[in-house]
């Protein structure tokens, strides 16, 4: 009888990372394939500073990239919404598993909506394009920085240094905090980040055979509907840190995209959609991206970093 592959997986120490990386482990068990977890710590780990402010893109990916590169691990999983749109030489992506809830939710005790919070109400978030939508909403709302897992943000909420934070929903489903959420922000509101509720699983693009162990992780609807998001992302050179937003899915048959830019202070906004076949989905990226850039967003993402970059650390 031969013997059962095993393959090592690479995973960050916070609770969420640890839930993908043990269901990951979990799916490939019952494909009859071992897994090991190796811990790796990344940059995006450090909880003192904005995320803007500690490198760029690629806090949480870049150490488990290294450990792929360097054949400590034959896979890593990534909240694919963390995973920079550059290729990697010599990495690939190889499976994205069926997505979770896309959906950015309120927390709050004080209001159930957005628009039903106080005047000036001290609203946390780590991400600037929660940000910017929140401000193109609410001009009012004093959005403020906020660091750490999950736990931690609503530790802070429950202390009472925010009214309210706004989170992914599938990191509260995943952790088992969906009755944390006050209401689900709509659509029209806030388009989440490019890749949110999805996972990337990534390996080394010359391991055919751990590519292949993985091949039935893979969800095919999942995997065209973020590729068309990330081909805009890349096109229009925002990194997964600027205010973005896109919503890819499978609607009667097409691919359809979403997406939307804003400036940092909310103040401008371009929205741009488009449909294509699902095979198209990188041109269908592309396509909706020029209409952005044609509208302005190139130079809203240019001022977005450059007011980031101007804020001092606390």
């Known amino acids: 009888m031969p013997a059962r592959p095993q393959l090592r997986l690479g995973t960050r120490a916070s609770p969420l990372a640890r839930w993908q990386a043990e269901w990951v482990a979990a799916r490939l068990t019952e494909l009859g394939i071992k897994v090991e977890l190796v811990p790796i710590t990344t940059q995006g780990d450090v909880k003192s500073q904005p995320l803007g402010q500690i490198g760029g893109q690629g806090l949480f990916t870049k150490e488990l990239q290294r450990a792929l590169l360097d054949d400590q691990i034959d896979l890593a999983v990534h909240s694919l919404k963390d995973l920079p749109t550059a290729i990697v030489e010599g990495l690939a992506l190889a499976a994205v598993p069926k997505r979770e809830s896309t959906a950015d939710v309120l927390v709050a005790s004080v209001a159930a909506r957005i628009e039903d919070l106080p005047q000036a109400a001290r609203v946390g978030t780590g991400s600037l394009r929660r940000k910017a939508q929140l401000l193109h909403l609410r001009p009012d709302l004093r959005v403020e920085d906020i660091r750490g897992n999950v736990e931690t943000r609503l530790k802070k909420l429950d202390d009472g240094h925010f009214e309210a934070i706004v989170l992914a929903e599938a990191g509260l489903i995943r952790l088992g905090l969906a009755g944390r959420i006050a209401s689900i922000i709509p659509r029209a509101v806030m388009l989440p980040a490019v890749g949110q509720g999805a996972l990337g699983i990534e390996t080394r693009g010359a391991d055919s055979t751990t590519r292949q162990l993985i091949s039935p992780l893979n969800h095919e609807a999942t995997q065209q509907a973020v590729a068309a998001e990330r081909s805009l992302l890349l096109t229009l050179r925002g990194g997964c840190l600027a205010p973005v937003g896109a919503i890819g899915r499978i609607e009667n ?14 103040a401008k906004r371009a929205f741009a959609s ?3 076949r699902p095979s198209e989905a990188a041109a269908l990226g592309q396509q909706v991206a020029q209409s952005l850039i ?3 967003a190139a130079e809203m993402i240019a001022s977005s970093r450059a007011s980031e970059r101007d804020v001092s650390p606390p």
Request: charged fraction near 30%.
């Open 274 to 276: 488009g449909d294509a």
């Open 294 to 296: 044609d509208q302005g």
């Open 253 to 266: 048959g097409r691919l359809r995209l979403d997406a939307v830019v804003l400036s940092g202070d909310g």
